[in-house]
């Protein structure tokens, strides 16, 4: 019995392979759809905790099955439905290689380059004086390049995305504009909350001659929020942000002398621990949906997501 899921093995019908990444693994299905399963890991500084967390993978997977519905009239999205708690069944499509990071304001690793000197964050200019989780007069996109497993992903400019062929001019454009829009609507949603959606980023492929969004969105993996109310008032005494992210994770691991260097050995984490990032996940579902988590059965996850899952695909 296990009441996280750290890894899965399953064989589906019509299953033709199957990827495995920090946090998800992505079953394709007959070469057209694809099963994707959250998995309860969790990664920081490039690199997969040691331990599941309980109802990650729910809270991560609903979330982003919520703001994929809520912005389809934007944009096209992969999925299709979501037959278990942890898992999202959608159409697969041909991902570009480059990962869309949305910025509203000066905070996380771009504050920590900013710290260091830099005044430019991949090709946009960013000027003196700014302090940190201080607001951008506008968001800003910082792409990146999709590094491979196990490596780090890189910086690059909108020019370079393009003069390189990574994607081309006419589809970047769009992307660039999608991005934009989905980013305003989940700040929309978010402030409805009280929260303000800080940063994200967003994730495209091309079917057909279709760009989709495509993975999850909005999620606390791939966001970052502050609590709205109490923004200013930090801010102008340079307090830290209540925030609802990942970022407390990596800060726990920073204040115990890990950042994914060589030769760095990953902190125990205790049980108080983990279930305190599971608290912050169901926190931030709770906030951020304006709805009540319903905890899933967790008396054997594995065995529940194979259940929900072939019951689904027989339905094809």
Same mark, same amino acid.
């Given at each position: 019995?296990?009441? @996280?899921? &750290? =890894? =899965?093995?399953?064989?589906?019908?019509?299953?033709? /392979? *199957?990827?495995?990444?920090?946090?998800?693994?992505v079953y394709n299905i007959d070469d057209k759809y694809l099963l994707m399963i959250v998995s309860d890991r969790i990664s920081a500084f490039d690199l997969v905790l040691p331990r599941g967390i309980p109802y990650k993978g729910q809270v991560l997977n609903q979330i982003a099955a919520k703001f994929l519905d809520a912005t389809n009239d934007i944009v096209p999205n992969w999925k299709i439905a979501t037959p278990d708690p942890t898992a999202t069944f959608g159409r697969k499509c041909e991902p570009y290689p480059v990962e869309m990071i949305v910025r509203a304001y000066l905070t996380g690793s771009s504050w920590r380059t900013y710290k260091a000197g830099a005044r430019e964050i991949c090709g946009i200019k960013i000027p003196d004086g700014m302090k940190e989780h201080q607001r951008f007069k506008e968001p800003i996109i910082t792409p990146t390049t999709?590094? $491979?497993?196990?490596?780090?992903? $890189?910086?690059? /400019? +909108? =020019?370079?995305?393009?003069? @390189?062929? &990574?994607?081309?001019? %006419?589809?970047?454009? &769009?992307? $660039?504009?999608?991005?934009?829009?989905?980013?305003? +609507?989940? =700040?929309?949603?978010?402030?409805?909350?009280?929260?303000?959606? *800080?940063?994200?980023?967003?994730?495209?492929?091309k079917k057909d001659g279709k760009i989709y969004l495509i993975d999850e969105i909005n999620t606390p993996d791939s966001s970052r929020y502050f609590y709205a109310d109490k923004y200013q008032e930090h801010f102008e005494k340079g307090l830290p942000q209540k925030q609802l992210s990942k970022e407390f994770v990596r800060e726990w691991l920073m204040d115990n002398g890990f950042q994914g260097k060589a030769g760095q050995k990953v902190p125990?984490? @205790?049980? *108080?621990? *983990?279930?305190?990032? /599971?608290?912050?996940?169901? $926190?931030?579902? %709770?906030?951020?949906?304006?709805?009540?988590?319903? +905890?899933?059965d967790i008396s054997n996850v594995p065995e529940r997501i194979e259940k929900n899952c072939r019951a689904f695909l027989k339905l094809l």
């Open positions: 019995m296990s009441k @996280t899921i &750290l =890894s =899965s093995n399953y064989n589906f019908p019509q299953q033709k /392979s *199957v990827y495995k990444g920090k946090v998800r693994d999709k590094a $491979e497993q196990g490596k780090h992903d $890189e910086d690059i /400019s +909108r =020019s370079e995305i393009i003069s @390189t062929g &990574l994607i081309s001019e %006419e589809d970047y454009i &769009l992307i $660039e504009k999608y991005t934009m829009d989905v980013f305003r +609507r989940g =700040s929309e949603i978010a402030l409805q909350h009280g929260l303000i959606l *800080v940063d994200t980023k967003y994730e495209f492929g125990e984490m @205790t049980d *108080v621990f *983990v279930n305190q990032i /599971s608290e912050r996940y169901i $926190e931030l579902y %709770e906030k951020i949906t304006g709805e009540k988590f319903i +905890r899933a």
